[in-house]
């Protein structure tokens, strides 16, 4: 059973940046593919992006690429989300997800029915 607990969520204004923390326990993290995806109000979770293994494995949503970069530190069993240029539209509730890497496919990888462990989510507001 893996752990995940999000942190670096807050308020910022536009144009701003934060770094997003999720930490994990209770497995082998190299083994996971990790993911973040974000959930406004009213609206479906969303796919922001994902790594597998290294930077190699590395995906973006087309509204995040060039301004979100996501990586991950084995050693301290963490993965982050660097925001840059933040809009107002980028508010939501951000959420990490794992997966077995060999479970996710370069495409499903993406999808947030694929992540079988979550975290509780860390808020992100963005204002104008």
């Known amino acids: 059973q893996v752990q995940l607990v999000e942190s670096g969520g807050g308020l910022v204004q536009a144009g701003g940046s934060l770094r997003l923390s999720c930490a994990a326990s209770?497995?082998?993290?190299?083994?996971?593919?990790m993911g973040w995806f974000r959930q406004a109000p009213e609206k479906e979770r969303e796919f922001v992006a994902r790594?597998?293994?290294?930077?190699?494995?590395?995906n973006y949503a087309d509204s995040v690429k060039g301004r979100f970069t996501i990586s991950r530190d084995n050693a301290k069993n963490t993965v982050y989300l660097q925001m840059n240029s933040l809009k107002p539209e980028d508010t939501a509730v951000y959420y990490c997800?794992?997966?077995?890497?060999?479970?996710?496919?370069?495409?499903?990888?993406?999808?947030?029915?694929?992540?079988?462990?979550w975290g509780q989510g860390t808020q992100v507001t963005v204002s104008s």
């Open positions: 209770g497995g082998t993290f190299s083994n996971y593919a």
């Open positions: 790594i597998r293994w290294s930077s190699s494995g590395t």
């Open positions: 997800g794992a997966v077995w890497s060999v479970a996710c496919s370069s495409s499903s990888c993406d999808e947030a029915a694929t992540y079988r462990y």
